[in-house]
């Protein structure tokens, strides 16, 4: 399969604790989105990167998370002291980057659910 | 902030029915428009999408949706649906103006379509 890889696929932790998802995009593509989404919602933009480099970062990004993607190919969320509200599916996408970043297809991973007890 | 509207929460059809769903946006500029799709237990992935052109585009599998500027819609419809288009169903807008250079897709809720055989 070469689509958007997640891992891991569910994760349950305890308030508190400290998580990482990981996102692999599809290969050579240099735009990377996070978003989430909670129950009967839509998904909401997290985050963005144009290869290595963090370009946006949504309001809903507190301080206790943090995204890198260090060689401008896999991705990391790392969400710190979980809280209850943290229950979300995490969505990542990629973007080929060839044309413009409004028009290209993001093709999105399998999501990362998680629940914080 | 912008806002995409999805009226219909959850519609149910008979095999062969109708369908359309509606979708608005509150954004008063240029905008791209999407169609996604998550069938059960998959990723989300692209039904169509407008940018310009003709406001009548085609997607997948027999989709098209009609972008009404005057009334900020992006109705999906399909003429007879099947059992296998049970799904949940996402509108998603990009803001396009000038200088726009953001990929961040804003998305309704959602709209979960029950087909029965």
């Known amino acids: 399969d070469t689509g958007v890889s997640q891992d891991p696929r569910h994760k349950i932790t305890k308030r508190g604790q400290n998580v990482t998802f990981r996102c692999d995009p599809i290969?050579?593509?240099?735009?990377l989105y996070w978003y989430r989404q909670t129950l009967g919602q839509g998904p909401e933009f997290l985050t963005y990167?144009?290869?290595?480099?963090?370009?946006?970062k949504s309001r809903l990004l507190s301080d206790r998370f943090s995204a890198e993607r260090p060689k401008g190919s896999f991705s990391t969320l790392e969400i710190q002291r979980t809280e209850q509200g943290d229950s979300a599916m995490y969505l990542c996408a990629s973007q080929e980057g060839v044309a413009g970043a409004l028009q290209e297809t993001q093709y999105f991973g399998p999501g990362t659910r998680l629940l914080v007890l | 902030a912008q806002s995409v509207s999805q009226h219909n929460h959850h519609v149910i059809l008979s095999e062969a029915a109708s369908l359309e769903l509606g979708c608005n946006y509150s954004?008063?500029?240029?905008?791209?428009l999407f169609w996604y799709v998550q069938y059960p237990g998959q990723h989300l992935q692209l039904l169509l999408k407008y940018f310009s052109g003709d406001p009548l585009v085609k997607g997948i599998k027999g989709f098209e949706a009609e972008f009404i500027k005057s009334k900020f819609s992006f109705n999906l419809r399909k003429p007879s649906v099947q059992w296998s288009d049970t799904a949940e169903y996402f509108c998603?807008?990009?803001?396009?103006?000038?200088?726009?250079?953001?990929?961040?897709?804003?998305f309704g809720r959602g709209t979960q379509l029950t087909v029965w055989p």
């Open positions: 998603a807008v990009i803001p396009a103006d000038r200088g726009s250079t953001l990929g961040r897709l804003y």
């Open positions: 290969s050579e593509h240099n735009r």
């Open positions: 954004y008063g500029g240029t905008v791209n």
């Open positions: 990167f144009q290869n290595e480099a963090q370009l946006e």
